[in-house]
Each structure stands twice: as structure tokens, then as C-alpha cells.
């Protein structure tokens, strides 16, 4: 053989005798078949199989296998981000013609994909109160296709009726899909609750070290899988197999920092609620945060974020007091390692029902620092908080467990 030749993998290494405890990566565009008969029947295998590296590697399989046992699902597929599972799970539901429900607490770049995308495609988007029960029934009409829940919302942290909605829904055939981000599976299953969909930010706590996008779907039912993974097809989405091994190691740990963050968490925002510069903690372990209920009664435990309404007063000296954080990263993103926080100037926008408070708001996601450093840390900012609050104006939220 010549050397041209020599420098490629015409042999396998054999790897009989071989076992690690890791899931291999691997790597492919192109996938090779024994015999032509496979390859030609290649496509029936994007489903189960393996016939291009787009639609899916051993790593890739294995992580899908891996979310779907956590979320009590036949199937889960991945896909490159959080908001692409949002995107295929309603492109593969809602025609044109057809409507799709959105809580007025969702992840906000629904807004502009609902106004900008869907309509365009002539998919009429509602919002609703996410504190809405069975009187959601009150908006199902022939034309809606989907009713999206999303709890706890983003930012302001609803919990919602989820079982309540999914059988208003059911009852006229229409199906649910959820945004389960800040639970995770480990807190909060959705198809247990009536879901249809279940989508998963893998960005997140899933993943949980700030060095990956990527998102997944779990479903029970087949026929919903291979339909999701035709659409995925049709818009070309896939998932590196180099990300996914990073989020199956991820997930190895996903139990502990869960528990780390969620005790720290808690013990942090039941100390601001007493602050005279926060007028509302938003944490759905607190009594007084909206959908406490259904929280104790759906979920097994929380996370590590929280959210916070400061008075208004605070607007001057904010950005300084959170610039002197010394363990909180000024960040968009959560549920990595490193505790961070975002700030929003004015209270996200709401379509259906206004928010008790204007903003500004500041959210929390508590990472694996030690808890008293972090509350050493937000102690020292909310003096210089509290310090811009003219003491009358104040109020509090009172005892909380
Ligand atoms: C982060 C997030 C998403 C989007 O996930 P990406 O992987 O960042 O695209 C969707 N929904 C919620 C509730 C999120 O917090």
C-alpha cells in the first residue's frame, strides 16, 4: 500500500476487551453501510437507526435515551438549542389557519417569533393569564392547535395549573406541549401532568456549565416522535455529537448541583424578602408566590432561580450595586456552575393582566459558591438598595416558610 493510502482508516481498531464507563463520542456527516440494500433503505433508520450524521450518532442516541428515562418519556429528540425545541415542537403542531396559545409569562422571544414568524406563516398566536385554570377552556376554540405552559414563567415565576389546562385541552383534542427549563425532570415532569410535549433547555441546568446550547423534546407517544423528527429533517436540524457528550456528562452531576442550588437558593431569597428595597420575591417555594399551590402539589423540589421586584427608588444606585458583585456574573443565560444575575430595567411585558410592580426587576440563578458567601455578597449590595428607599414608602412581604 502506498502512503497516501496508509494515512487513512481503511482498518477499525479493534476494540473488543474495551469497556470505559463514559459514553463514547462519536463523530460523523457521513455514516457507512455494509451492504447497497441498506443504504438505500437509509432513510427508515433517521428514526431509530443511523443513516446521516445530521439526523443522529450513538452520542446523540444516547443522550435522547437519557432524557427521555428522566422525563418518563418513550422518546425524546435533540435539537440545537432550547428555543429550536420551542420552534419544531410548534411548526410540527399548528398549520395555517390554525391558532397557538402562549402564556402571558413565556420566555420572551416568543413575542417576536408569534409576531414576526408565525403570523408570517399564517398561525395566529393568543396570550393568556398563566394563572388561568380550566377557564382556558373559555379561549379553545376549532382553530387552536396548541396550548403551550411554561411553569414556573420566566422572570416573574407563575406556577400554573398545568394538569387543569391539559384537560381543558384534551377535552376539545388539542394538545400541550411545556417549557420544563427551570424544573428540570428532576423536579417536575410534565407528561405526568398531562403534557403532550415536553421541551427541556439542555443550555440549562441539563448540560449546567455554561459551554453549551442545545435542547431536547420528550414525548410518549411514537407517531409524535416520528413526526417531530421529519420536521426536524425538513428544517435541518440536528445536534453536534461533540455538545451532546458534554451534556451526558453533565447530567452525571445533575442531581447534586441540583440540591446544592436549590438549598442555597432558598435560604437566599427568604433573606431579601425582608429587605426594605424589594417590594416581591419570586420563588414558587415561597407561600406568597404565585401558583405556591400547585407548586407543592405538582413539583418535587425547585432550583436555584429566583427573581426579585425592587422599589423603583433603587433605579439610581442598581447598576453600581450590581456591578460590585463580587460572585454574581452579569448574564443572560442560568443553571451553570457560577452564580449569576440579570437585570431588567421594567417588568417584562404582559398583554392579558399587568403586574403588580413596574420593575426594575433582578434575576438570581444561584450557583455552587458557598451560600454564605453569596449572601455575604447580596447583603452588601442590597444595603446600598436599601439605602436609596425612603423608609415610609417601604413594605414587605411579612413571614414566609
Ligand atoms: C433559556 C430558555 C429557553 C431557550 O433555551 P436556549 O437553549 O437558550 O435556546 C427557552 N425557554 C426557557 C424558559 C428558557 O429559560
Redesign the pocket.
Known amino acids: 500500500m502506498h502512503d497516501e493510502t496508509l494515512c487513512l482508516p481503511i482498518r477499525k481498531t479493534p476494540e473488543d476487551g474495551f469497556e470505559s464507563l463514559v459514553v463514547p463520542l462519536h463523530r460523523a456527516s457521513t455514516i457507512t453501510f455494509q451492504t447497497v440494500e441498506s443504504y438505500q433503505n437509509r432513510r427508515d433508520a433517521i428514526y431509530d437507526g443511523y443513516s446521516y450524521g445530521l439526523y443522529g450518532t450513538p452520542t446523540t442516541r444516547a443522550l435522547e435515551m437519557r432524557i427521555a428515562e428522566l422525563e418518563r418519556a418513550s422518546r425524546a429528540l435533540v435539537v440545537p ?4 425545541a ?1 420552534v419544531l415542537t410548534t411548526l410540527a403542531s399548528a398549520q395555517s389557519g390554525q391558532c397557538v396559545l402562549f402564556p402571558d409569562s413565556c ?1 420572551d422571544t416568543i413575542r417576536p417569533f408569534a409576531a414576526n414568524f408565525l403570523q408570517g406563516l399564517g398561525i395566529k398566536s393568543v396570550f393568556y393569564d398563566p394563572e388561568v385554570g380550566s377557564e382556558i377552556s373559555q379561549l379553545l376554540d376549532d382553530d387552536v392547535a396548541l396550548v403551550w405552559v ?1 411553569s414556573p414563567g ?1 422572570i416573574t415565576l407563575e406556577v400554573q395549573d398545568v394538569p387543569a389546562i391539559a384537560a381543558a385541552a384534551h377535552a376539545r383534542g388539542i394538545k400541550v406541549a411545556a ?1 420544563n ?2 424544573a428540570t425532570p428532576l423536579r417536575y415532569r410534565p407528561l405526568e401532568h398531562g403534557c403532550d410535549f415536553s421541551i427541556i ?4 441546568y441539563l448540560n449546567g456549565h455554561s459551554d453549551v ?3 431536547a423534546i420528550a414525548v410518549r407517544d411514537v407517531a409524535l416522535y416520528r413526526r417531530l423528527k421529519d420536521f426536524s429533517r425538513y428544517l435541518g436540524m440536528g445536534a453536534s455529537s461533540d455538545d451532546a457528550s458534554l451534556v451526558l456528562r453533565g447530567i452525571e452531576t445533575l442531581a447534586v448541583r441540583l440540591d446544592r442550588s436549590e438549598a442555597s437558593a432558598h435560604i437566599l431569597a427568604q433573606l431579601l424578602q425582608a429587605r426594605p428595597s424589594v417590594l416581591e420575591v419570586r420563588h414558587p417555594a415561597l407561600v406568597a408566590s404565585p401558583g405556591h399551590d400547585f407548586w407543592k402539589r405538582d413539583f418535587s423540589g425547585s432550583s436555584g432561580v429566583f427573581s426579585v421586584f425592587l422599589d423603583p427608588a433603587v433605579r439610581p444606585v442598581l447598576a453600581g450595586a450590581v456591578e460590585a458583585l463580587e460572585f454574581f456574573a452579569i448574564g443572560a ?1 442560568w443553571g451553570g456552575t457560577r452564580s449569576v444575575v440579570a437585570i431588567l430595567n421594567q417588568a417584562p411585558l404582559r398583554s392579558v393582566r399587568p403586574l403588580p410592580h413596574t420593575g426594575p426587576i433582578i434575576r438570581l440563578s444561584i450557583g455552587l459558591e458557598h451560600v454564605e458567601d453569596l449572601r455575604a455578597d447580596l447583603e452588601k449590595a442590597f444595603d446600598r438598595l436599601d439605602a436609596a428607599v425612603p423608609a415610609h414608602a417601604t413594605q414587605t412581604q411579612g413571614a414566609d416558610t
Open positions: 438549542s432550547g428555543f429550536a420551542i420566555y411554561e420566566s417549557d427549563a427551570w433547555p439542555l443550555s440549562k446550547v442545545m435542547g443565560s
